[in-house]
């Protein structure tokens, strides 16, 4: 089993959560294996899946049906929350949008996985309100699993 070293004592809405992170890190860090953050990164998912089917998306597939391109974009932004690179919901975005444009996205009216085009291909400050919640839900989503192991 592979273990993955994550900082302990972290809380979601920490006014500094950064400094809290780094302190963390030097101090201390929890065992998380990579079943448990592919369990976060599911969960994720599915909260994601179930939001956007309660605004009338229902293009969003079961975890086990998801491309394997869109589960290494959950880990990842999981992997990002627990190691404390990622402290709030925008720098959850603009880390999805980094990866996004290095994988050669680009905007788009309306997400094609063939053009590589997707709508929320913008800054965080430009994401409609809707948008934004995505990201405030897969934060909390991790913040709430770390929260439950500290």
């Known amino acids: 089993m592979t273990l993955l070293s994550f900082p302990a004592g972290r809380r979601a809405?920490?006014?500094?959560q950064s400094a809290r992170a780094q302190k963390d890190r030097a101090m201390g860090m929890d065992l998380i294996t990579e079943r448990d953050l592919n369990n976060i990164a599911m969960m994720c998912h599915a909260v994601n899946r179930a939001y956007c089917e309660f605004n009338?998306?229902?293009?969003?597939?079961?975890?086990?049906?998801?491309?394997?391109?869109?589960?290494?974009?959950?880990?990842?932004g999981a992997k990002g929350i627990c190691n404390g690179t990622i402290t709030r919901p925008e720098e959850s975005h603009e880390s999805w949008l980094a990866v996004k444009n290095a994988d050669g996205w680009s905007y788009g009216e309306v997400k094609d996985v063939d053009k590589k085009e997707h709508p929320c291909m913008v800054p965080y400050d430009q994401l409609p309100p809707e948008q934004r919640v995505k990201d405030h839900l897969f934060f909390a989503v991790v913040s709430s699993y770390l929260a439950r192991n500290e």
Request: proline share 8%.
């Open 13 to 16: 809405g920490s006014s500094n």
């Open 56 to 76: 009338g998306d229902t293009s969003q597939v079961p975890w086990s049906q998801a491309p394997q391109w869109q589960r290494d974009s959950a880990i990842a």
